[in-house]
């Protein structure tokens, strides 16, 4: 059965701090894998996106997050976090073989000023 | 350009009762898909539409509907509704046909509460 698994549900960081979240998936087929952010109070907005080439994608605020095909792993990071990125954050493949986009259980990041 | 419009933005309902939810994608995108939102189950995938027709199905009960019509809105319908019902329900659309290469665009969501 295809799944996506978020390591951490809740994580929480003081600012400066370098953040890793894990997000593994179980898809056969081609995978797109994008990671999502829910701030307080808004809507689902894209942070970055997978979909072919170079493994290490940057997307907005700083984030970055790195395809690896061999482990089935597509981890979200950030140098060094700031109080604005408190908010859950979700991983989400997508199989060649369903169509769906699939979402993990979220991690909520709490960062302390 | 706007975003997702979902309407309304809130819903009180009793149970028993049924309950539609409206979704306009951005203009230009034709696939719609629908997700539901609780604390314990997370994001879960109801359903997706393209050019009027079901797509892809989740693993919810026949209570849960929806359908799409010619300009691409999508409504979603909930019978006979229970209190596990209560959720945030999401509408994401994407460009052209969606799918895989494509990126889905959410909207704010409909909060129901079931009592």
């Known amino acids: 059965a295809q799944s996506v698994s978020q390591h951490n549900h809740h994580v929480i960081l003081s600012e400066a701090a370098s953040l890793e979240l894990g997000c593994n998936y179980s898809?056969?087929?081609?995978?797109?894998l994008f990671w999502y952010v829910q701030y307080p109070g808004q809507h689902l907005q894209l942070l970055l996106k997978?979909?072919?080439?170079?493994?290490l994608v940057k997307g907005i605020k700083g984030f970055e997050a790195e395809f690896i095909k061999s482990k089935f792993s597509f981890n979200l990071r950030k140098p060094s976090v700031q109080w604005s990125d408190t908010a859950e954050y979700f991983c989400?493949?997508?199989?060649?073989?369903?169509?769906?986009?699939?979402f993990g259980q979220g991690t909520t990041l709490q960062v302390k000023p | 350009k706007a975003g997702v419009t979902q309407t309304p933005r809130y819903l009180i309902k009793t149970r028993g009762q049924q309950v539609t939810l409206s979704c306009s994608p951005i203009?230009?995108?034709?696939?719609v898909s629908w997700y539901q939102q609780t604390p314990g189950q997370g994001l879960q995938f109801l359903f997706e539409?393209?050019?009027?027709?079901?797509?892809n199905k989740g693993n919810f009960p026949g209570r849960f509907s929806g359908r799409q019509f010619s300009n691409s809105r999508s409504e979603m319908n909930v019978s006979t509704l229970e209190l596990g019902d209560s959720a945030l329900y999401l509408c994401?659309?994407?460009f052209g046909t969606g799918g895989l290469n494509t990126e889905a665009f959410f909207g704010q969501g409909t909060r129901l509460t079931v009592v």
């Open positions: 994401a659309s994407s």
């Open positions: 898809y056969g087929g081609t995978v797109n």
């Open positions: 997978y979909f072919s080439g170079d493994p």
């Open positions: 989400a493949p997508r199989s060649s073989n369903t169509g769906k986009l699939i």
């Open positions: 203009s230009g995108h034709r696939s």
């Open positions: 539409y393209f050019s009027e027709t079901q797509r």
